[in-house]
């Protein structure tokens, strides 16, 4: 399905044509340079890769068997004379292949004599490592300050664009627009679509894609679909959750791959999700590359800042509304005063109906932080049950339990139908979340702050019966008629919900007043 590439986190090359996103200086870029061009001899199959520094052959140490790769981007400066000898300069050769230089550059003697490097050249063509020979004044001091000011000057030049891309990224953060004008942002850097995925790989948002256009390149949907059945290969791999990832996209054998960049988005360590910059072209442009990857780490970054940001402040309002739920269905209120203020605040009229609904499950049993951001995804969901303009929904986490309090409208028969109606919407849109031990129940509608709090006392004695006798699931029982019939003892029936199999009584969940 894909061909992964795995990068550095760190991209230092943004313009050159031939440019390593790890930060070294193009080979060919390098040897374009009046000083060497035209210098190679042999080879050329190695030109493809980077340099970053330059080293003389007597900085190196000796050769031999037990010398380590350490010269990894290291263009090596060596007199002619060390090659003078045909045995000794292929076993040197290939000692400095197998060190890992990037290429070698034999200066001639100051006499301007130059060996026969018929075998030394040979050897370089097998060890795939450029060998070239200087002009006189092409000595270490002049190599070394070329490739050096080379280096200098790109990471200056890197870090100059780079600052730019996090200027125009932090003044998105900045006004908090949020993640979609994030997004947009991104997109108009890059000139290309992105996707920003949740860690489960959920899309949040995606820009940039045109309308109409044609390709998987213009197909969000279906790139994250095929991005979310790699993603137990991200998890696993270390590199890919904390760096940089390339992969190709491919849905056929014979279709064009679309190549993705995929930077992962990590706030104090947790994987808050994924920045996804998808190239229009195959095969990618290097330049646009280049300063893809850029754009995608800093994106990535200002992304997570703008996430932890709502997140935030999500959390200290879902903070603030669970203190109100919790003082509302525990009758915390130091007077009327203070439960007016605060209910304004949430929406909540005191003078209205409201039936309190409880629900717990295993998985909402507090043991740890993934259990309580799963609580909260779970409050989050109950909010969005049947939304309705005239009916205010409060839902908080309080312990191993989602407390629902649902506004209750029209006369007493359609209250209870409504009550019930909503606690079957609840259970069918949480059991595929919460698994099957999802247990709900609910008291009866009651007017204001002390209803909400003996219907939360009716629906907890509910749960405890429905605990202790086996209950599967929530069975609502619809009177006949609204008004209260009595039972023996002068007990009052038929007050809230039931618990059971279908077709199977259940005790009922009623208080003793």
């Given at each position: 399905?894909?061909t992964?590439?795995?990068?550095?986190?760190?991209?230092?090359l943004?313009d050159?044509?031939?440019?390593?996103?790890?930060?070294q200086?193009?080979?060919?870029?390098?040897?374009?340079?009046?000083?060497?061009?035209?210098?190679?001899?042999?080879?050329?199959?190695?030109?493809?890769?980077?340099?970053?520094?330059?080293?003389?052959l007597?900085?190196?140490?000796?050769?031999?068997?037990?010398?380590?790769?350490?010269?990894?981007?290291?263009?090596?400066?060596?007199?002619?004379?060390?090659?003078a000898?045909?045995?000794?300069?292929?076993a040197?050769?290939?000692?400095?292949?197998?060190?890992?230089?990037?290429?070698?550059?034999?200066?001639?003697?100051?006499?301007?004599?130059?060996p026969?490097?018929?075998?030394?050249?040979?050897?370089?063509?097998?060890?795939?490592?450029?060998?070239?020979?200087?002009?006189?004044?092409?000595?270490y001091?002049?190599?070394?300050?070329?490739?050096?000011?080379?280096?200098?000057?790109?990471?200056?030049?890197?870090?100059?664009?780079?600052?730019?891309?996090?200027?125009?990224?932090?003044?998105?953060?900045?006004?908090?627009?949020?993640?979609?004008?994030?997004?947009?942002?991104?997109?108009?850097?890059?000139?290309?679509p992105?996707?920003?995925?949740?860690?489960?790989?959920?899309?949040?948002?995606?820009?940039?894609f045109?309308?109409?256009?044609?390709?998987?390149?213009?197909?969000?949907?279906?790139?994250?679909?095929?991005?979310?059945?790699?993603?137990?290969?991200?998890?696993?791999?270390?590199?890919?959750?904390?760096?940089?990832?390339?992969?190709?996209?491919?849905?056929?054998?014979?279709?064009?791959?679309?190549?993705?960049?995929?930077?992962?988005?990590?706030?104090?360590?947790?994987?808050?999700?994924?920045?996804?910059?998808?190239?229009?072209?195959?095969?990618?442009?290097?330049?646009?590359?280049?300063?893809?990857?850029?754009i995608?780490?800093?994106?990535?970054?200002l992304?997570?800042?703008?996430?932890?940001?709502?997140?935030?402040?999500?959390?200290?309002?879902?903070?603030?509304?669970?203190?109100?739920?919790?003082?509302?269905?525990?009758?915390?209120?130091?007077?009327?005063?203070?439960?007016?203020?605060?209910?304004?605040?949430?929406?909540?009229?005191?003078?209205?109906?409201?039936?309190?609904?409880?629900?717990?499950?295993?998985?909402?049993?507090?043991?740890?932080?993934?259990?309580?951001?799963?609580?909260?995804?779970?409050?989050?969901?109950?909010?969005?049950?049947?939304p309705?303009?005239?009916?205010?929904?409060?839902?908080?986490?309080?312990?191993?339990?989602?407390?629902?309090?649902?506004?209750?409208?029209g006369?007493?028969?359609?209250?209870?139908?409504?009550?019930?109606?909503?606690?079957?919407?609840?259970?069918?849109?949480?059991?595929?979340?919460?698994?099957?031990?999802?247990?709900?129940?609910?008291?009866?509608?009651?007017?204001?702050?002390?209803?909400?709090?003996?219907?939360?006392?009716?629906?907890?004695?509910?749960?405890?019966?429905?605990?202790?006798?086996?209950?599967?699931?929530?069975?609502?029982?619809r009177?006949?008629?609204?008004?209260?019939?009595?039972?023996?003892?002068?007990?009052?029936?038929?007050?809230?919900?039931?618990?059971?199999?279908?077709?199977?009584?259940?005790?009922?969940?009623?208080?003793?007043?």
């Amino acid at each position: 399905m894909g061909t992964w590439h795995r990068r550095p986190s760190s991209v230092d090359l943004i313009d050159a044509q031939d440019r390593d996103p790890s930060g070294q200086i193009s080979l060919r870029a390098l040897l374009a340079e009046p000083l060497l061009r035209g210098r190679v001899i042999a080879g050329t199959a190695g030109l493809s890769r980077s340099a970053s520094w330059c080293l003389p052959l007597s900085e190196l140490g000796e050769a031999g068997p037990v010398s380590s790769p350490d010269l990894s981007g290291m263009v090596v400066h060596l007199p002619a004379d060390a090659l003078a000898e045909p045995d000794e300069a292929c076993a040197l050769v290939a000692d400095l292949a197998r060190r890992d230089a990037v290429a070698l550059l034999v200066w001639p003697s100051p006499e301007g004599r130059v060996p026969d490097l018929t075998r030394a050249a040979r050897a370089a063509e097998e060890a795939r490592i450029p060998l070239l020979v200087l002009p006189a004044e092409a000595d270490y001091r002049a190599v070394s300050r070329l490739v050096g000011q080379k280096a200098l000057a790109q990471t200056s030049h890197v870090l100059e664009y780079g600052s730019r891309v996090h200027r125009t990224l932090a003044e998105v953060l900045a006004r908090g627009s949020g993640i979609p004008a994030m997004a947009r942002a991104v997109a108009g850097l890059a000139r290309c679509p992105v996707l920003v995925m949740d860690a489960d790989g959920e899309t949040l948002v995606c820009a940039g894609f045109e309308p109409g256009a044609a390709g998987l390149a213009a197909e969000p949907a279906r790139i994250a679909d095929l991005i979310a059945e790699r993603l137990p290969d991200l998890r696993e791999s270390d590199d890919c959750a904390r760096t940089l990832t390339e992969l190709n996209l491919r849905e056929g054998e014979l279709d064009d791959p679309v190549r993705v960049l995929i930077a992962p988005i990590v706030v104090g360590g947790d994987l808050y999700g994924r920045l996804v910059l998808v190239e229009n072209v195959w095969p990618p442009d290097a330049h646009d590359l280049a300063q893809h990857r850029v754009i995608a780490e800093h994106g990535a970054t200002l992304t997570g800042s703008e996430m932890l940001r709502q997140r935030s402040v999500r959390a200290a309002e879902e903070q603030a509304r669970g203190d109100f739920v919790e003082s509302l269905v525990h009758g915390r209120f130091a007077d009327p005063h203070e439960l007016e203020a605060r209910a304004r605040h949430h929406g909540f009229d005191p003078e209205g109906r409201y039936a309190v609904h409880v629900l717990t499950a295993g998985a909402l049993l507090p043991a740890g932080r993934r259990d309580q951001r799963r609580a909260g995804a779970v409050t989050r969901m109950v909010q969005v049950v049947e939304p309705s303009d005239t009916q205010r929904t409060l839902a908080a986490a309080i312990g191993p339990f989602i407390v629902v309090i649902r506004q209750v409208t029209g006369d007493a028969l359609a209250g209870q139908a409504s009550v019930a109606q909503f606690a079957g919407q609840l259970h069918r849109a949480l059991r595929p979340h919460l698994g099957d031990d999802l247990r709900l129940t609910h008291g009866r509608a009651g007017r204001g702050a002390a209803g909400v709090a003996a219907s939360y006392y009716e629906a907890r004695v509910a749960m405890g019966l429905a605990r202790h006798t086996g209950a599967a699931r929530v069975r609502v029982r619809r009177p006949a008629r609204p008004r209260r019939a009595e039972g023996r003892g002068g007990q009052r029936r038929g007050a809230g919900v039931r618990q059971g199999d279908p077709g199977r009584a259940a005790p009922r969940a009623q208080p003793d007043r």
